[in-house]
């Protein structure tokens, strides 16, 4: 089944512990991207990567690093982890930007404590 | 910057028609629309692609016009199962590669 996953999909954490979360498609797609979402802001784009190695930011990327080590995964890396990044994000791929629909994760409820 | 969707939330019974509007204040190369439910993930519903065409899907269908930069979604007939948080994502291209997308729209249908 086509699909990308991400997990964990709750995390609840201390202010301050790194943490990673992570995401695989396979469905060979070239684009990948995170996502988060609040209340009435909807969905604001984080990070994303047109290609293995090939990375950058979106509207809100401060707090946030991102890998592409490898086609399929695409982590999202929080070194230090604050209250403001309390949130549910969803990791997205599709075949390339632009003329192609995106393929959600079911999504990582964080919070920061 | 985010498009502008229109209206934040409506409400519909069985049947109903409704529509939702986003427009942007950049020149768009493709305009997305994803229904979200309660939740779980958006799913994608359609995409518009320069050139103002209209795409349908089931009884749901959009419209795009890249003069005004804007585009509306188009649910006829409305059913329980349309209910959800509608999303438009703008794509501006020139060498963005970001979907960015707008505060969406929450559609209710009642019985």
């Known amino acids: 089944e086509a699909q990308v996953t991400q997990n964990p999909r709750y995390l609840i954490t201390v202010t301050g512990k790194k943490l990673t979360v992570t995401c695989s498609q396979n469905?060979?797609?070239?684009?990948m991207s995170w996502y988060r979402q609040d209340p009435g802001l909807g969905l604001r784009q984080i990070y994303y990567?047109?290609?293995?190695?090939?990375?950058d930011k979106g509207d809100v990327p401060e707090g946030y690093k991102v890998s592409r080590k490898e086609k399929r995964n695409f982590p999202l890396i929080l070194e230090s982890p604050s209250p403001n990044q309390t949130s549910l994000y969803f990791c997205?791929?599709?075949?390339?930007?632009?003329?192609?629909?995106?393929?959600f994760g079911s999504g990582t409820r964080l919070t920061v404590v | 910057q985010q498009p502008v969707q229109s209206p934040q939330a409506v409400i519909l019974r069985e049947g109903e028609d409704a529509v939702i509007n986003c427009s942007s204040s950049k020149a768009l190369y493709s305009v997305h629309w994803y229904r979200q439910k309660h939740g779980e993930a958006p799913v994608f519903l359609m995409i518009?692609?320069?050139?103002?065409e209209q795409k349908g899907h089931d009884k749901i269908s959009a419209s795009f016009n890249e003069k005004k930069q804007q585009s509306s979604l188009y649910l006829t007939a409305s059913q329980l199962s349309y209910s959800g948080t509608y999303f438009c994502g703008a794509y501006s291209g020139a060498g963005s590669y970001q979907l960015t997308f707008g505060k969406g729209t929450k559609l209710s249908v009642i019985p």
């Open positions: 518009l692609l320069k050139g103002g």
């Open positions: 997205a791929s599709s075949p390339g930007p632009g003329p192609y629909g995106y393929t």
């Open positions: 469905m060979n797609h070239e684009y």
């Open positions: 990567s047109m290609n293995v190695e090939v990375t």
